[in-house]
């Protein structure tokens, strides 16, 4: 049978603790050449509103760790607003108030659909995994205090992932949305029991603060090199929100991946603010993706972390990787068959008797 | 609701005909630049038996004409094994006696799944009809008689399509397989309503030929310079059936497209004999894949196909593209709609109300 998960059971099956500590095993294989991944791409037309575009992203990717081969696919109508002065990426709830993107994940073992799930949960999983995987390699042992820069989706999972991997006690949260950021705040100081006190300016999150989380939806810098302080681990979950002097600020930079720019395929016509920027995925002012150290050498320990309590170091979760679907997937696949969870569709639906 | 198909379904619903029309209007559209795809990719780890290996392939592509975005995949078990002296490309059935290979639609006004389906009926179908679509401009207009090389899964849909596109008369059928040939014979002269007769060598299904058909599944050479005559159209489905020097005999050459090379992602330790190509899918001897005319380019008239029936002329199905799967996808659906086939899936289980 062929599991057909929701978004509950993910955030019910697997814990950020768990995501972590796949990551960690795949991340070691991956390092030793034994796990694979395929580059993502974002194929772009014209989309169904004004200044809107239809984009189907996909990635896909093998553990071997976890006898898992997995593609994850997102089929969006995206816009690019301005907001409080910064332009944002935004998706819009074109299906029917809904949003599409699903992980389908094989076995290597005889090549059947194992599960297929909606991204959602295990993308914010996920990218808080590997944020904190990078920031307990990276981060002050005795980092307490956190500024947060966000107050999305992707902010919870960073603050998810840094109390996995820190004793946090302080998280102070900046967004530009008022209302946003009190609500962020309430939210999560009541499911992680640590203290989240929403502030008024991004210089009140930062000051003082351990560990620098950026999660925003922005395509513009949010964190400058005039807040940097000794010590700091700063981390980004987006490619520009940290300015490239505040990175070269850093005693230690470590990337995500170094082959770090999406496929984009745009149709005529089509003007894609992300596309635009070309071969400047592979430099960040003057930071070269193609030379900087990579996260999974990092957990491998074939590339140092943090060696000194007043080092800046800095992660940079530069693009996502099919891989982590795998990993994550796979881990989450073992989970949900030992808890009888989801729902059981006939694999034969999704396989065939010929040979194409 | 989404709709799930079968491959019975594909095959009651959607015509070769059909789908060389289908085809046609979206190829005209990827000339102009309105419709994209991504690169086809191949991953690979070690297999679960001695000399295998396992492969997760995808591709994708939006066709606008057609109203969607498609992903394809397939999760296989390969094995090279050598097979009358030629090395041959094998799945194994390994997921309970079945294949595995997907095909999900997206519509790039909504973002919804519109409908999954395996990719085995679809697959012969788009292939046919792009090496029918290439017969249609590029064979004689009063081609009769047809030589075919291979009696496997594709060879049907070699035949089915240029049957669609000219009044084939006979179709002599020669591979290494005695039985096999003689079922293909047998099967295809009843469906087709044309004389298909097996013979005993690769010569005399070529010789005297107006059309020769290559379909098989080998990495070697089949069909070689010293069997070409004036006013043939040679046909391929595999970049190395035709040896180059026939190729280069060709007073007309066209390609399938000309960013040809899969990307191949190999885990470390594994040999794949067509990653192992590396650079070599941009050159076949002499001939070079980078910038020959693109059959989109002769469908939409830019570029010429036949213009004298002495001449040689010659189509190279070098690699498959996920924009084919989105046109015929697209066409596929069409009639799916319209005639109320399928089993309809809530689509709220492959959509989310997050926003990742």
Redesign the interface.
């Known amino acids: 049978m062929t599991l057909?998960l929701s978004?509950e059971d993910v955030d019910r099956l697997l814990s950020m603790r768990e995501c972590i500590d796949a990551l960690a095993i795949a991340y070691r294989d991956l390092a030793?050449?034994?796990?694979?991944?395929?580059?993502r791409?974002d194929?772009?037309?014209?989309?169904?509103v004004e200044g809107s575009l239809?984009s189907?992203k996909?990635m896909?990717?093998?553990a071997?760790a976890f006898g898992v081969?997995a593609?994850r696919?997102?089929?969006?109508?995206v816009t690019w607003p301005t907001r409080a002065g910064n332009a944002r990426r935004e998706?819009l709830?074109?299906?029917?108030?809904?949003?599409?993107?699903?992980v389908?994940l094989?076995?290597?073992?005889?090549?059947?659909?194992l599960a297929?799930f909606?991204?959602?949960?295990l993308?914010?999983l996920r990218v808080g995994a590997t944020n904190g995987l990078a920031a307990d390699r990276l981060a002050r042992r005795d980092a307490r205090i956190v500024g947060l820069l966000g107050s999305?989706?992707q902010a919870g999972g960073q603050v998810m992932a840094l109390c996995s991997v820190r004793r946090v006690e302080r998280i102070r949260c900046y967004s530009t949305s008022r209302e946003h950021r009190e609500a962020f705040a309430a939210e999560w100081s009541e499911r992680l029991g640590v203290a989240v006190e929403p502030v008024a300016s991004p210089e009140a999150a930062v000051r003082g603060a351990d560990v620098v989380l950026c999660a925003t939806n922005t395509i513009d810098h949010v964190f400058f090199e005039r807040w940097v302080e000794p010590g700091m681990h700063l981390s980004s979950i987006k490619r520009p929100e940290i300015e490239p002097a505040a990175i070269e600020r850093a005693d230690v930079i470590v990337i995500h991946a170094r082959d770090a720019s999406p496929?984009h395929?745009?149709?005529?016509?089509v003007d894609v603010p992300e596309a635009r920027e070309g071969k400047g995925w592979k430099l960040l002012g003057e930071i070269d993706f193609t030379t900087l150290p990579q996260l999974h050498d990092v957990v491998a320990g074939t590339v140092p972390g943090r060696t000194r309590d007043d080092q800046v170091t800095c992660f940079l979760n530069n693009i996502g990787r099919g891989y982590q679907f795998a990993a994550a997937g796979g881990a989450l696949y073992r989970k949900a068959k030992a808890a009888g969870a989801g729902?059981e569709l006939p694999?034969?639906?999704?396989?065939?008797?010929?040979?194409?």
């Not at 194929?43 to 169904?48: Q, R």
């Not at 709830?93 to 699903?102: H, M, N, P, S």
């Not at 395929?265 to 016509?269: M, N, R």
């Not at 694999?347 to 194409?356: A, I, L, M, R, S």
């Open positions: 057909l978004n030793s050449g034994r796990g694979t991944d395929r580059r791409s194929s772009f037309v014209a989309g169904p239809y189907l996909s896909d990717g093998i071997p081969g593609v696919i997102d089929s969006d109508v998706k709830a074109a299906a029917g108030g809904r949003f599409v993107g699903l389908l094989f076995s290597i073992a005889t090549g059947e659909p297929i909606p991204d959602g949960y993308q914010r999305g989706w496929i395929v745009v149709a005529a016509g729902r694999t034969e639906w999704f396989t065939q008797d010929v040979h194409p």
